[in-house]
Every structure is written in C-alpha cells, then in structure tokens.
C-alpha cells in the first residue's frame, strides 16, 4: 500500500505515513457504505437523532485530543484548535435535531392524496481541504447523515489526522460499521473516484476553484448534485463614518486568522479616500502586534503556512509587491511567513487572486458606488465586511456587494446556524444552518388515489 507521510508546518518534522488508498479501497468503502445506508435510513428518525447526539458526546469527550492532532498536522494555534473540536461537537448535535424535523408535504389534488417524501441520496462523498479540517468535514458529514445518508470523507493528503480520528470516535459513538467511511488518499484518485462512482449519489466539495471545476464537470457527467465551496478574495470595506479605531483592531484577525489560509480572509481592505492615510496608521501597530509563533503557545495568535510549496507560493505575491509595513514571524524550522500589509493597484495580481497566506492589499476608494464596484471587480463572491455609523448605507452596501455571506461592523462569517457558501467563482450551494440537512434529501412525491 502507498503511503503519504503528514509534516508538522510549525517544525518540517514528519509526524507520520498515512495510506493512500487505491481505487479499489475506494470502491471497498464505498461498497461497506452502500450496505450501510440502508439500515441507518430505516431507523426511526428519532434512533437516528440519538446516535448523533451520542457521536456529539463523544466528540466533545475527546475535543482536547482533536484541538492537540489540529495543532500538530495543520499548525493552528491551539485556541484555534479548541474553538474547532468543539465546533465540531456543536455542528453534530445541531444536525442531530434534523432528524424528526425533515418534513415532506401534503399537497392538495383531485381524486386521491398527494405526499412529498424526503429521501436521502444513498452515500455522499464529502471532498475537504487542508486549511480547516475537521470543522469543514463537520459542515457536511453531520447535515448528510442526519438526513440518512451514508458518508464517505477524503481528508486533504497534508491533514488527514483528525478526519480518522473522527471515523474511529464513529464508531466508538455506535453508528454502524461502513456508514461513516474515511478514505485517505490523493485527490485526483479517491476524490475522482468520490465524483465518478455510480454508488456515490451526491457530491460536497471544499476547495480551490481550479479543482472545484473540475469536480463540477464530472459530477455534471455522471448527472449527480454537487456543493461547491470554493476560494474567496473578500473584502473590508471602510468608510469613513466607521469606527476607525474599532475597524482596524479587527483587521488583523479578518485576514492573518489561520496565517491568511482561510477562504473568508479579508484580504482586500478597501479604505474611503479621506481616511487612508489614518487608518493605516491605526492599523499599523495592530499588525505589529499580531503574535505569530509556536502554536502549542495558548497567546499565540498566528502559527505557520501548511507547507513549503504554500510559502513559496504566499513569497511569490509579496515578491516586488509595495509592502507597506509586516508583523514578525519565527525564523528557522517550520513554514513561517510574517503578516504583511501590501498598497495595490486596483489591476494587481495581488488585487485580484486568492494569496491564501498572511497578506492583505489595500486599496483606496472615492464613495459608495466606487466601493461596491471595487468589491465585486474579483471573480470570487465569498465573504466581506462593511465599516460604517450610517446604518442606511450599511443596507445599501450589502446588498449591493456580490458575497454569500457578509457582514456589517463584524468581522464574523460563519455561525453554524445560518447558511454558508459562495457566489460567483466562490461556489454553488449552501452549507449550514436551518435548511443544510433537507439539501442532502431528494424529494419524491406520490399520488395515492382514493
Ligand atoms: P485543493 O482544491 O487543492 O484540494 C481540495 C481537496 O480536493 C483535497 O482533499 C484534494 O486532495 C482534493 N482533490 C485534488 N484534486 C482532486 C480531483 N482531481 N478530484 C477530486 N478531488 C481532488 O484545495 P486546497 O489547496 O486543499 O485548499 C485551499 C483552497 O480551498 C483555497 O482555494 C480555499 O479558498 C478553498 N476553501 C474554500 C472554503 C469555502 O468554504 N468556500 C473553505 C476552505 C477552503
């Protein structure tokens, strides 16, 4: 069996070899959860909310040891970390009320009765990247499951240790053998399989738009529903109404969280002219004292990028860029990259495509309309927040910039109470919140003649 070996980013070091499963472990996966699916869409909706809630408790049981595996395959400060297990065990048992509230219809006819059934696909296939692990499996594992399905998750190759260690608390939970299935392995092998397997009725993928794509073409191939959670480049719109002070103390976290490597990153301030020179003043000593090191350190604010390739990719951006002031990083072993403030044109690569690293571009803005077109001149349409004491504007704004989720005066972008996902290159569909478990039924309608 093949084999791919997981780093530690803060360090370089090798923590372990994980298999790469073949094509045909895939297919032996998702054979176990094909047989599978079929008994967990027969309990009674409410067994099947109790084996939720109860994987729920295991998780949260074991969040300690899942926030310690994050820190150590993706390099998240360890608050980070914690604040993801227990995400994780909220998500469950969010999605474990699902169950008894998957409602069909009745629909008023002549000559009989009409009923709508929500049927789950049979086995999702749930696609997820490197940057969040085990929070974005969450987001479709648990919605999938509370519906009926059966999944099977493939982890990315550099971060697969928290998705096993969810399979295995599974089935310490007491979900049946096979319905639950973690498959690591390579994109392009276990992932296509995921797209291209008859038995895999659905697909959720999280990742880069060029993979997404691609996953989006196959799926449509084999005529099966795809979730597409793709990159972002959203942005921070202030105005100079905002509370300047206020708005800058959160710029750092709204782009240098998770060292940049977040599809939500605001990475593209965009200022109202007549405050530029000031809020970067005041946003100045905030990235100074952004604190960047060992992510095992509860202050820790900032750990490093997932791997060599993605600081050499971050290096190549900031390369010739005009950088206006940086934070600090460690020096040394590890893949380590300090928070850097880059002055953009508005036709700057820097301006325009995900980074994906610690990096933000600031840009000017003249008035309201400039800014709304400004943030929608990307191919992305993920995210973004509005700095501003006029609340009309506020409204105004929002709903003219083109993002799945924005908000205004917060920075915040993801409650797993209210939907979730991207417009434009960001995506297709929603995750979280009230309807994400009704996404992974198929409605069947029957006519009953009287
Ligand atoms: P990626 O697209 O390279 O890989 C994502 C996953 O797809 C991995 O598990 C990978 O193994 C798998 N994969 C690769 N090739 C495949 C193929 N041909 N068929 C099927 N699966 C394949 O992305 P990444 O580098 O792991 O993650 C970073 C990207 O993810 C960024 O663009 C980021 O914005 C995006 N992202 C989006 C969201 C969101 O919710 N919108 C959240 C997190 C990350």
């Known amino acids: 069996m093949s084999v791919h070996t997981v780093l530690n980013p803060a360090t370089g070091a090798a923590i ?51 926030a310690q595996l994050e820190v150590l395959e993706a390099g ?23 169950p008894e509230r998957l409602i069909g219809k009745q629909i008023p006819v002549a000559g009989g009765l009409d009923v709508t059934y929500l049927e789950p696909y049979g086995v999702v296939g749930i696609i997820v990247p490197w940057n969040f692990p085990m929070t974005i499996a969450a987001w479709g594992f648990a919605p999938a499951l509370a519906a009926g399905n059966a999944v099977v998750l493939k982890p990315a190759e550099l971060t697969p240790l928290t998705a096993m260690r969810l399979g295995d608390l599974a089935l310490e939970a007491g979900l049946p053998e096979g319905l639950f299935e973690v498959v ?32 989006a073409a196959g799926c449509a191939r084999e005529l099966k529903p795809v979730t597409l959670e793709l990159g972002g480049k959203s942005a921070n719109i202030v105005f100079a109404d905002a509370d300047l002070e206020r708005a800058a103390a959160g710029v750092p976290g709204s782009v240098f969280d998770n060292a940049g490597q977040d599809c939500c990153a605001r990475s593209r301030l965009l200022v109202e002219r007549s405050v530029y020179d000031r809020f970067l003043e005041l946003l100045e000593p905030a990235v100074a004292a952004w604190r960047v090191g060992d992510p095992n350190d509860e202050a820790t604010e900032m750990g490093p990028l997932i791997s060599a390739a993605q600081r050499e990719r971050v290096s190549a951006y900031v390369d010739g860029a005009d950088v206006a002031f940086r934070g600090s990083a460690p020096t040394g072993d590890g893949f380590w990259f300090p928070p850097t403030v880059v002055l953009a044109g508005r036709e700057d690569r820097i301006a325009k495509e995900e980074v994906f690293g610690p990096v933000v571009a600031v840009l000017p803005f003249d008035d309201e309309a400039d800014a709304i077109a400004l943030a929608n001149d990307t191919v992305y349409g993920l995210a973004g927040s509005i700095w501003t004491e006029n609340l009309a504007r506020g409204i ?16 915040s972008s993801v409650r797993y109470t209210t939907p979730f996902g991207g417009m434009k290159g960001s995506g297709l569909g929603r995750e979280l919140g009230p309807d994400a478990a009704e996404h992974f039924t198929e409605t069947k309608n029957v006519f009953y003649a009287t």
Not at 42 to 56: H, I, K, N, Y
């Open 16 to 66: 372990r070899d994980v298999p790469a499963a073949s094509i045909a472990e895939t297919d032996a996966a998702v054979a176990r959860a094909v047989a599978a699916q079929r008994g967990w869409a027969a309990l009674a909706p409410v067994d099947r909310a109790d084996a939720l809630r109860r994987f729920a408790a295991v998780v949260e049981a074991h969040a300690e040891e899942l």
């Open 76 to 98: 998240h400060p360890v608050g980070s970390a914690r604040w993801e297990a227990a995400h994780v065990a909220q998500v469950l048992q969010y999605y474990a009320g699902a």
């Open 396 to 411: 105004r704004v929002s709903r003219g910039v083109r993002s799945g989720v924005l908000s205004v005066n917060s920075h």
């Open 184 to 215: 690591t392995g390579a994109g392009p092998v276990v992932g296509e399989r995921f797209v291209s397997h008859p038995d895999v009725r659905k697909v959720v993928f999280t990742g880069s738009t060029r993979v997404g794509t691609e996953v």
